[in-house]
């Protein structure tokens, strides 16, 4: 079984920057892609960011130009470098990892990420 914890969150200010890291543990090696997402209160949870098993990545148009995935294999890793940072950022952010053995769809349990304006 996959396990992800995200960390990171926290307040930032409005044109701040914030690094969001997502730890995977257990049955990586069934881990195919991985992604963030982001849900913001009173809303839908939402795709942000997302690294394929080729390592090409792909963004939401909201966050397009302003963050940056990566995925580090060697650490089992995911992370979302987030730059000029908007209220509407505002969110709990989770990880998640589509996987191609066990349980194909994993999610971590999530991390705040609050923008004062």
């Known amino acids: 079984q996959v396990r992800l914890v995200e960390s990171g969150g926290g307040p930032v200010q409005s044109g701040g920057s914030l690094r969001l890291l997502c730890e995977a543990s257990g049955d990586v090696f069934c881990i195919w892609a991985m992604s963030w997402y982001r849900q913001a209160p009173g809303q839908e949870r939402e795709w942000v960011a997302q690294v394929q098993g080729d390592g090409s990545s792909n963004y939401a148009d909201s966050v397009k130009g302003r963050f940056i995935v990566s995925r580090d294999k060697a650490k089992n890793t995911l992370t979302l470098q987030m730059s000029s940072l908007k209220p509407e950022d505002a969110a709990v952010y989770y990880c998640?990892?589509?996987?191609?053995?066990?349980?194909?769809?994993?999610w971590g349990q999530g991390t705040m990420v609050t923008v004062s304006s």
């Open positions: 998640n990892s589509v996987n191609w053995c066990g349980d194909p769809l994993v």
